[in-house]
């Protein structure tokens, strides 16, 4: 599809769509709201066994030598876990443990009727190497979809391994981004709907893959902007930062 990636002249398409539609949605100071939608989280320098990461000061309601969870004020948890892999980790072998993480993932959030939205190899500022991924489950209770942000950190001269795991609600009206992006990408790129729901849920690795609740294109990170209370949003662009510039070994 054309569509992507976004060209400048496409950019405008979209945002002068979305503010058509957002402005026959909400009052003016809704809007201003919504548009201007941050978290703003804090910055907590926390230390747990020799990681040091930022917890963005939301309160610890659980914390054991191995685990410590957290919510914050809007009760999204937080879970920090320490685990000892099965067999030596060795820095060579990254790149294949994360592919068999990938499938796994994939296969595991497919079950449960979610998604996968990225799962990727990371190596951090401060040269850790892990690897992420976020994904998406059904709400347990209602409509619309919770989204993960998993993080997991390898200490190669400790054989530990920290992983982070962070869930965002998401707000009412669940699917807003979602069925929003549909008709403004219809006609920029001058298609028809049906022509784009045979396009617009794919996995993001293998287009043949076909369970789950596949990932859909208002997923993608140029949306992001357009939607900035959404949990994809957040994660991407307040949470992920804040983590990943963080982590050190002490």
Same mark, same amino acid.
């Given at each position: ?26 009052e ?8 201007n ?13 020799? +990681? ?12 054991? !030598?191995?685990k +410590? ?11 920090? #876990?320490?685990?000892?892999? &099965? ?11 994360? +592919? ?20 990727? !190899?990371?190596?951090?500022? &401060? ?26 950190? &390898? &200490? ?15 707000m ?35 287009? !043949? ?9 208002? #997923? ?17 662009? !307040?949470?992920?930062?804040?983590i +990943? ?6």
């Amino acid at each position: 599809m054309e569509l992507f990636p976004l060209t400048e002249e496409n950019k405008i398409k979209l945002k002068n769509s979305f503010s058509s539609i957002f402005e026959q949605m909400f009052e003016k100071e809704q809007l201003k709201e919504f548009l201007n939608y941050s978290r703003n989280y804090e910055t907590k320098e926390t230390q747990f066994g020799n +990681l040091i990461f930022n917890s963005m000061n939301w309160n610890l309601v659980n914390s054991t !030598e191995t685990k +410590l969870q957290y919510t914050s004020s809007d009760s999204d948890p937080m879970i920090i #876990e320490i685990f000892e892999p &099965n067999g030596q980790m060795k820095k060579e072998d990254s790149q294949s443990i994360m +592919l068999a993480y990938r499938d796994w993932t994939r296969k595991q959030t497919a079950k449960i009727g979610g998604g996968l939205i990225m799962c990727e !190899e990371v190596l951090t500022e &401060n040269g850790i190497i892990g690897y992420e991924s976020i994904t998406k489950v059904p709400k347990r209770e209602g409509r619309g979809m919770d989204y993960t942000y998993f993080l997991n950190l &390898n &200490n190669y001269e400790k054989q530990r391994m920290f992983q982070f795991r962070i869930m965002i609600f998401e707000m009412n009206p669940t699917g807003l981004r979602d069925n929003i992006s549909m008709h403004p990408i219809c006609e920029i790129t001058g298609i028809d709907i049906g022509e784009l729901f045979s396009l617009y849920r794919q996995d993001p690795y293998d287009k !043949e893959y076909k369970e789950g609740n596949l990932m859909n294109i208002s #997923e993608k990170k140029d949306f992001d902007k357009y939607f900035p209370f959404h949990p994809l949003s957040i994660i991407r662009n !307040e949470i992920r930062p804040k983590i +990943l510039d963080s982590v050190r070994f002490n």
